[in-house]
Nanobody
Framework: QLQLVESGGGLVQFGGSLNLSCTAS????????IGWFRQAPGLDREVISCTSSSGGYVIYPDSLKGRFTTSRDKVQNAVNLVMNSLKPEDTGVYYC????????????????WGQGTQVTVSS
């Protein structure tokens, strides 16, 4: 059974960068669409991206386009989220999630979730 673990979160200054990884065990990620989400305190979970099984990806929020990208790492059986030019409003818990059939902008499209990793951007 597929299990996901996020890593790479931490504290970073305004304008800095972080690389998050979503590493899988129990199955190969090649079979899955991988979504990245984030949740800030007091706010709803927000979709960030989806990486297709072929490796193509889409960044959904306009505010993140040009700053965030994703990529697959087949050797590590992982999907990475590269975040540049970070802002305090990027602070939150970042989650990856897996689904079998298609990309989705909603959490309900992904039945398998990691536990999340905290990202804090200081001003």
């Amino acid at each position: 059974q597929l299990q996901l673990v996020e890593s790479g979160g931490g504290l970073v200054q305004f304008g800095g960068s972080l690389n998050l990884s979503c590493t899988a065990s129990g199955s190969t990620l090649d079979r899955y669409y991988i979504g990245w989400f984030r949740q800030a305190p007091g706010l709803d979970r927000e979709v960030i991206s989806c990486t297709s099984s072929s490796g193509g990806y889409v960044i959904y929020p306009d505010s993140l386009k040009g700053r965030f990208t994703t990529s697959r790492d087949k050797v590590q059986n992982a999907v990475n989220l590269v975040m540049n030019s970070l802002k305090p409003e990027d602070t939150g818990v970042y989650y990856c999630a897996a689904g079998r059939y298609s990309c989705s902008e909603t959490a309900s499209g992904y039945p398998i979730w990691g536990q999340g990793t905290q990202v804090t951007v200081s001003s």
